[in-house]
Nanobody, 130 residues
Framework: QVQLVESGGGSVQAGGSLRLSCVVSVSGRTFSMYPMGWFRQAPGKEREFVAT????????YYADSVKGRFTISRDNAKNTVYLQMNNLKAEDTAVYYC?????????????????????WGQGTQVTVSS
């Protein structure tokens, strides 16, 4: 199984920054085999795509709402994926989830387009005050 643990959430003022981390434990496979992603869910809304990253980090994809403000990255030596969030807005308030595809041969692009069949972390709350 794949286990994911997010951290780094908290409460910040609008315009502030946070860096989320997701530590991934993989049994039988290696972390570098998986493209990874971040998704978020606000109260009363569906879970939505935020960003995904390819196995090597060479390709990244972002939701239009976060382009230019958020950066996804990964450190395969540490089995960790990050989400650097700058210039946070009240609309960014949500529970943020780290995700790995159940099928590691999926692409980061497909994860962004079709956010199903993932392993999910427990989520970390991000609250932005305006």
């Amino acid at each position: 199984q794949v286990q994911l643990v997010e951290s780094g959430g908290g409460s910040v003022q609008a315009g502030g920054s946070l860096r989320l981390s997701c530590v991934v434990s993989v049994s039988g496979r290696t972390f570098s085999m998986y493209p990874m992603g971040w998704f978020r869910q606000a109260p009363g809304k569906e879970r939505e795509f935020v960003a995904t990253i390819s196995r090597t980090g060479a390709a990244t994809y972002y939701a239009d709402s976060v382009k230019g403000r958020f950066t996804i990255s990964r450190d395969n030596a540490k089995n960790t994926v990050y989400l650097q969030m700058n210039n946070l807005k009240a609309e960014d308030t949500a529970v943020y989830y780290c995700a790995a595809p159940k099928e590691p041969l999926r692409t980061a692009q497909s994860m962004a387009a079709i956010p199903t069949d993932h392993y999910w972390g427990q989520g970390t709350q991000v609250t932005v005050s305006s």
